[in-house]
């Protein structure tokens, strides 16, 4: 007589900076392919609890929190504890921008760029290490300025850039544990962010072979495929057009 198959678990990921215009549309797609989700978020309580009426509240649920604060992360993780116990992807999406020539940039907006962009990833890595159960995926939303940089950029390529470094070496430490860390560069998109730098955006559109720019639909879609494969880490996987 056979054994019954025990009933598979759903999986559950924490995304980052899930109102913004690429963490809501990697929300709405794990919620379709079945993932229960937790949804960060640090200000907009108007658009995060529009998902949480979409997905429904046994499906989701908000933690709101600043990454760049070690103790709000680790209040986040202590709710998302409590709630499911663990995690099988981790997206670190929330992300300051910045388009300000170096000599313009004061001490306080390189700090808070780099608190945000970068030690936000730290910090949230470090509070739901525990939570990650292997096979785990640890992805952080990197930047193609990161790896080419670009005129009236260099805060936000220094700080994506330093993602892309804290990336490799993690993979390196969690390959152990079962847990595979990469960095995604989704390409210039038309979100809040991107709109902020018509000059970035036109420059972006005319580099790409294509002459687009990237569909924050199509990165999730992506990003769902890359969650689901168990032999790929320490990469730096770039979905647009623009040649690196």
Not at 38 to 62: C, T
Request: aromatic share 4%; glycine share 10%.
């Amino acid at each position: 007589m056979g054994s019954e198959e025990r009933p598979r678990r759903p999986l559950i990921a924490l995304i980052t900076g899930s109102t913004g215009g690429l963490g809501r549309a990697l929300a709405e797609e794990l919620h379709r392919r079945g993932w229960l989700l937790a949804l960060n978020y640090k200000r907009d309580e108007e658009a995060v609890q529009k998902l949480l009426r979409s997905f429904g509240p046994d499906r989701a649920m908000a933690l709101r929190a600043d990454v760049g604060s070690p103790q709000e992360v680790r209040q986040m993780a202590r709710r998302l504890k409590d709630r499911w116990g663990r995690l099988n992807a981790l997206i670190n999406c929330a992300g300051l921008g910045l388009n300000e020539l170096l000599l313009r940039t004061g001490p306080d907006k390189w700090d808070e760029l780099m608190r945000v962009n970068l030690t936000g990833c730290f910090n949230v890595i470090r509070a739901c290490l525990e939570l990650l159960e292997p096979p785990a995926h640890v992805l952080n939303i990197a930047s193609y300025v990161g790896l080419k940089g670009a005129r009236g950029q260099a805060a936000y390529a220094a700080s994506k850039a330093a993602v892309v470094g804290l990336t490799k070496a993690l993979a390196r430490e969690l390959a152990p544990r079962g847990v595979r860390v990469n960095a995604m560069l989704p390409g210039y998109m038309d979100t809040p962010m991107g709109r902020a730098s018509p000059e970035g955006m036109r420059r972006a559109q005319a580099e790409s072979l294509l002459g687009r720019l990237s569909e924050p639909r199509q990165v999730a879609r992506s990003v769902a495929c890359l969650l689901e494969l168990e032999d790929v880490t320490g990469q730096v996987l770039a979905l647009e057009s623009r040649l690196l």
